[in-house]
């Protein structure tokens, strides 16, 4: 069985490739889901995309995700500078957990520039787009390889 990713996405990123495009740009969520698939398949994660824009659905996600024994890919969005809830959850994981931002959060408005949430990440992806998600789940493959027995 391959090891799992949940990918998971927090408030109003179901609006990618519309809300703030001069932002965050032309692509739709659907779209970064289908990379971010062809991606885990390709360095041989099962993948789990889901997008909320209720804080307790995204700890609720983290909780399972840590059942599973599956690492986190996370946008919390705008929950990443005050979600503490959020952050505790991610705090008990023992996969790896990456943050991702689509835009340099440290490039922007001082309200945008603190997430909480890097206190509970393994690393943090900003300012790459898209792109961003990829290289996350590219660490997490990674970094479940390097942690794993060498038969």
Not at 21 to 47: F, I, K, N, W
Not at 52 to 69: F, I, K, M, P
Not at 77 to 106: C, M, W, Y
Request: with cysteine.
């Amino acid at each position: 069985m391959s090891p799992s990713v949940y990918v998971l996405n927090g408030p109003n990123l179901n609006l990618l490739g519309i809300r703030e495009p001069h932002l965050y740009g032309s692509t739709t969520l659907a779209q970064v889901e289908q990379q971010c698939m062809r991606v885990a398949q390709d360095v041989g994660l099962t993948c789990r995309f889901l997008q909320s824009n209720h804080e307790g659905v995204l700890v609720d996600w983290v909780q399972e995700a840590r059942e599973q024994g599956a690492a986190v890919v996370i946008n919390p969005a705008g929950l990443s500078f005050r979600s503490i809830p959020l952050l505790d959850a991610l705090k008990t994981l023992d996969q790896p957990v990456f943050e991702v931002h689509i835009t340099n959060i440290h490039r922007r408005e001082a309200l945008y520039q603190n997430s909480v949430i890097s206190l509970g990440a393994t690393g943090v992806i900003c300012g790459f787009g898209p792109y961003g998600y990829e290289m996350a789940l590219r660490a997490v493959a990674q970094r479940i390889a390097a942690a794993s027995p060498v038969a």
